[in-house]
């Protein structure tokens, strides 16, 4: 079995393949729908996405610390 992801757009409510060639003559498959970005999410800066990180996974300092740490050295 292979897979493809192909990027779509959709417009009024038809699935319009962005490479129509890499699609099978017959098939089936999952759509997986992405949000738009918002004026509110596209304008935060890297500091207040990690604050609205922290604050989404309820993190007191000592865990957001600790949660910095280990991304910190999964980076290296």
Known sequence: ?????????ID???????EPAKLPEAGH???TILE???AASAGLSPLEAL???QEHLRLD????AE???AVRDARR
């Open 51 to 53: 604050e609205a990180l």
């Open 29 to 31: 498959g999952l759509l």
């Open 61 to 64: 300092e000592k865990k957001a």
């Open 1 to 9: 079995m292979t897979y493809v992801t192909l990027e779509v757009d």
């Open 12 to 18: 009024r409510g038809k699935v319009v393949p962005k």
């Open 36 to 38: 738009p970005v918002t």
């Open 67 to 69: 949660w910095m740490a």
